[in-house]
Nanobody, 112 residues
Framework: VQLQASGGGLVQPGGSLRLSCAAS???????MNWYRQAPGKMRELVAG???????VYGDFMKGRFTVSRENAENMVYLQMNSLKPEDTADYYC????????WGQGTLVTVSS
């Protein structure tokens, strides 16, 4: 499966971005995740969402990010609000089992 992430860019602290991930095949039944990796740091889970809408978030989210999906369109989204400079990273879309697939990163830069 191919995953195409988009929506990254430069935003000021306190701003918002919405990331999108388009899958080339059906994602019904597949847990979809967003990860991020900042320079010099390990990749970490941002958020995950099951096909039924169950969600899990990284501890650093503190209610600022919201993951969602549209199964009929094979799309996953990450709404990011109240962005901080420490949110700067490459953000990756991931499809869990059985695809176990990663998309290319989309860069989010939070800076004034």
């Amino acid at each position: 499966v191919q995953l195409q992430a988009s929506g990254g860019g430069l935003v000021q602290p306190g701003g918002s971005l919405r990331l999108s991930c388009a899958a080339s095949v059906s994602i019904v039944g597949v847990t979809m995740n967003w990860y991020r990796q900042a320079p010099g740091k390990m990749r970490e889970l941002v958020a995950g969402i099951t096909t039924g809408g169950g969600t899990v978030y990284g501890d650093f989210m503190k209610g600022r990010f919201t993951v969602s999906r549209e199964n009929a369109e094979n799309m996953v989204y990450l709404q990011m609000n109240s962005l901080k400079p420490e949110d700067t990273a490459d953000y990756y879309c991931n499809a869990a089992w059985p695809y176990n697939s990663w998309g290319q990163g989309t860069l989010v830069t939070v800076s004034s």
